[in-house]
């Protein structure tokens, strides 16, 4: 009895037209360097990342299947292999090379299929055409940095900064176009964690709120809601931390025209690039009333101390040993490294990730 009164609370679910309208997605892969394990994985309703599939692939092929009630963004990623591709899952079947390992890269693989997924690939081409001469500018700008050629080193980095600023105008007018849909979404999702506010606010605003209440939006509103706290115009958050003196410095009681806070570490490569630069920078602002400290996200001391040795840094470094967990660092939300903030004499924040010429600039409007 039980069990026909089951089949016929089914069958009247069907005809009342409450069905689900579930939608397949079909993924076709091919990895050209080899079968390393390759998984998708999507964000669940609290926020996590969960494997949704994984598949070993046989003489670089794979093939994965899936149901979706609704449109959702998804991940490729690799064993053992750097960054992810991200996949824009609807009732279609997508076509996926994997060139190498390093899926950071957009040149290093191909997604097409589907109505939104080649949309992005059409920003993918973009993308690539913009940074086209990236590798040789970074070339360029390493010589002239080993040269000690200020002159060229920031006229390679003002190349890069121009390449920055077109890339974020090709996304923000794909971001506007998809404002109602998973492309809009992915596209700020993707890079969410690594931007400030000033540059994560005009991708994040112009979401539709249908997009903005989906798990993924929830997180971007959540990190929004921190970087907020810190924003230019805002006061940087007070903090005291051990010097590698054995003493400790207190931001707020010190006094200075304008601060810089250089938030870094040894293992960081483009940290200890950039480090020369602020070389120059103390040397000729230190009797105009700047203050610096580096705060670095180390965990060995001792490395922390050689590599401000190594980089000759003369001005106060600072240090809790605790990397990224720290609470300086959570404090000013800092998910990449180098990262900057200049401050003005009340502790005002002026400017945020700022280099090269850009920094300059800044302070010599200052000091």
């Known amino acids: 009895m039980r069990k026909w009164m089951m089949l016929i609370a089914f069958y009247g679910f069907m005809l009342s037209g409450c069905t689900i309208n579930v939608k397949e997605y079909v993924i076709k892969g091919n990895v050209v360097w080899g079968n390393p394990d390759v998984y998708l994985i999507v964000v669940n309703e609290n926020g996590k990342f969960d494997t949704v599939q994984h598949v070993v692939p046989v003489n670089g092929k794979f093939e994965m299947k899936g149901n979706l009630p609704e449109p959702k963004i998804g991940f490729l990623i690799v064993k053992d292999g750097k960054g992810r591709i991200p996949l824009l899952l609807q009732d279609t079947v997508l076509n996926v090379d994997i060139k190498t390992d390093n899926l950071s890269d957009v040149r290093n693989f191909v997604a097409r299929g589907g109505v939104l997924q080649n949309r992005k690939f059409a920003l993918d081409r973009k993308e690539i055409e913009i940074y086209g001469d990236r590798d040789s500018v970074l070339a360029r700008f390493y010589k002239a940095e080993k040269e000690h050629d200020i002159f060229e080193k920031m006229h390679e980095m003002a190349l890069l900064q121009t390449m920055d600023e077109m890339y974020d105008q090709e996304e923000n007018r794909f971001i506007q176009e998809n404002r109602d849909n998973i492309l809009g979404l992915s596209l700020v999702f993707y890079r969410y964690k690594y931007l400030n506010y000033e540059r994560l606010k005009p991708k994040f605003d112009v979401l539709s709120e249908a997009m903005k209440n989906t798990p993924e939006g929830q997180l971007i509103a959540a990190r929004y809601s921190?970087?907020?706290?810190?924003?230019?115009?805002?006061?940087?958050?007070?903090?005291?931390?051990?010097?590698?003196?054995?003493?400790?410095?207190?931001?707020?009681?010190?006094?200075?025209?304008?601060?810089?806070?250089?938030?870094?570490?040894?293992?960081?490569?483009?940290?200890?690039?950039?480090n020369p630069h602020l070389v120059e920078i103390f040397k000729k602002y230190r009797d105009k009333s700047l203050l610096m400290i580096s705060i670095s996200m180390d965990t060995n001391e001792k490395v922390w101390k050689e590599a401000v040795k190594t980089d000759g840094l003369e001005?106060?470094?600072?240090?809790?040993?605790?990397?990224?967990?720290?609470?300086?660092?959570?404090?000013?939300?800092?998910?990449?490294?180098?990262?900057?903030?200049?401050?003005?004499?009340?502790?005002?924040?002026?400017?945020?990730?700022?280099?090269?010429?850009e920094l300059d600039e800044l302070l010599a409007k200052y000091l």
């Open 226 to 274: 921190m970087l907020s706290e810190v924003k230019i115009g805002a006061y940087a958050p007070n903090f005291k931390l051990p010097t590698m003196q054995g003493d400790s410095v207190h931001l707020y009681g010190k006094s200075a025209a304008v601060k810089i806070l250089d938030f870094w570490a040894s293992w960081c490569g483009p940290c200890r690039k950039e």
């Open 315 to 357: 001005w106060l470094q600072a240090c809790d040993l605790n990397g990224s967990d720290g609470p300086v660092a959570r404090a000013y939300r800092i998910s990449g490294i180098p990262h900057i903030f200049v401050l003005d004499g009340n502790n005002k924040i002026i400017g945020e990730g700022l280099r090269g010429k």
